[in-house]
């Protein structure tokens, strides 16, 4: 069945979302997307001039992924125009927006508009596959920002969960030498029984000399300046938490140590598998 759906902003995600679901023949309103050159010769794709034409035609409304850097705009990688979050929820009036990692902050400006919002990150079957891109791209970060080979690379992995659990299994499909530092016993129970080297996260700081990566996935300050003083200025920390991240980055950079905080690995590394992903999602939720 042909739907209406409109999508506002986004990053290369939504422009290959557009594209997919334009080929199925639904027709899809675009704003703020004006600059994706690759949207311009496709079927089935409408660009509207403003937010209210895009809401007024649309069954279905869909918004960024992550939907905003500052609770003030949305994200709008392909587009000149600030699209601010209040006036989209002015316009959203009574309708529902589908979009990802919203801050509690704009449920505030949702409900004051009469606006459900769904955020597809909650859903646990997206999170999951998003973690296949996510460790891929952490893996191709730390094969550009290092000078040694992965083989054998002594990697500790700071937290267990999703993305850790892939990241792990993938790292190890490639002969690293992984440790995951974790507090939960379950998870180190976890982490033991698929063949790794575990360690309490309480108990790590003596032992981060040890390593040559250590890549952190834990959405809170792990590594402060007491730790770090502990780590080999060879050593390469990566974090791909949400932002600010879980590492002193001023202090990395003062005794000399390479760290980097790397969101949105999906968006930037697999744009066009996530956009499947996402897409098959929306249908779910849609039925």
Request: aromatic share 6%.
């Given at each position: 069945m042909?739907?209406?759906i409109?999508i506002?902003?986004?990053?290369l995600?939504?422009?290959f ?5 334009a ?7 675009t704003?703020?997307q004006?600059?994706a050159e690759?949207l311009k010769?496709?079927?089935?794709i409408?660009f ?5 034409e895009?809401?007024?035609e649309?069954?279905?409304?869909i918004g ?5 850097k ?12 600030k ?5 989209l929820?002015?316009n959203?009036?009574?309708r529902?927006l589908i979009a ?10 949702a409900n004051?508009n009469?606006?459900k ?6 859903n ?5 596959l998003?973690?296949i891109?996510?460790?891929e791209g952490?893996?191709k ?5 290092t ?5 054998r690379?002594k ?7 999703r993305?850790?659990?892939t990241l792990a ?5 490639i002969?690293?030498?992984?440790t ?9 129970a976890?982490?033991?029984?698929y ?10 700081e003596e032992?981060?000399?040890?390593y ?11 590594l402060?300046?007491?730790?770090i003083k502990n780590?080999k ?6 974090d ?7 590492i002193?980055?001023e202090e ?11 969101l949105?690995?999906p968006?930037k ?5 996530t956009?499947?992903?996402i897409k ?5 939720l849609?039925?």
């Amino acid at each position: 069945m042909q739907k209406k759906i409109g999508i506002i902003g986004g990053d290369l995600r939504l422009i290959f979302l557009s594209i997919l679901l334009a080929k199925e023949k639904n027709i899809v309103y675009t704003y703020a997307q004006e600059t994706a050159e690759i949207l311009k010769n496709e079927k089935n794709i409408n660009f509207c001039e403003n937010m209210a034409e895009l809401i007024k035609e649309s069954d279905i409304i869909i918004g960024p992924i992550p939907f905003s850097k500052n609770n003030i705009e949305i994200n709008s990688a392909y587009s000149n125009k600030k699209v601010m979050i209040q006036d989209l929820m002015s316009n959203l009036k009574n309708r529902e927006l589908i979009a990802g990692s919203i801050n509690p902050k704009i449920y505030e400006q949702a409900n004051e508009n009469s606006v459900k919002i769904i955020d597809i990150m909650k859903n646990e079957k997206l999170t999951i596959l998003n973690t296949i891109a996510t460790a891929e791209g952490a893996i191709k970060e730390l094969i550009a920002n290092t000078d040694i080979i992965i083989h054998r690379a002594k990697i500790l992995i700071l937290g267990y969960g999703r993305v850790a659990k892939t990241l792990a299994q993938k790292l190890k499909g490639i002969d690293a030498k992984v440790t995951i530092a974790a507090r939960k016993e379950e998870a180190l129970a976890w982490g033991y029984t698929y063949g790794f080297n575990v360690v309490n996260i309480n108990n790590i700081e003596e032992k981060l000399a040890n390593y040559d990566i250590i890549v952190n996935t834990v959405p809170e300050l792990i590594l402060r300046k007491q730790q770090i003083k502990n780590i080999k200025s060879k050593t390469y920390l990566l974090d791909i938490s949400s932002a600010p991240g879980g590492i002193d980055f001023e202090e990395a950079n003062k005794n000399n140590i390479k760290a980097e905080l790397a969101l949105g690995l999906p968006g930037k590394y697999a744009p066009y598998t996530t956009a499947k992903f996402i897409k098959e999602v929306i249908e779910e939720l849609c039925k």
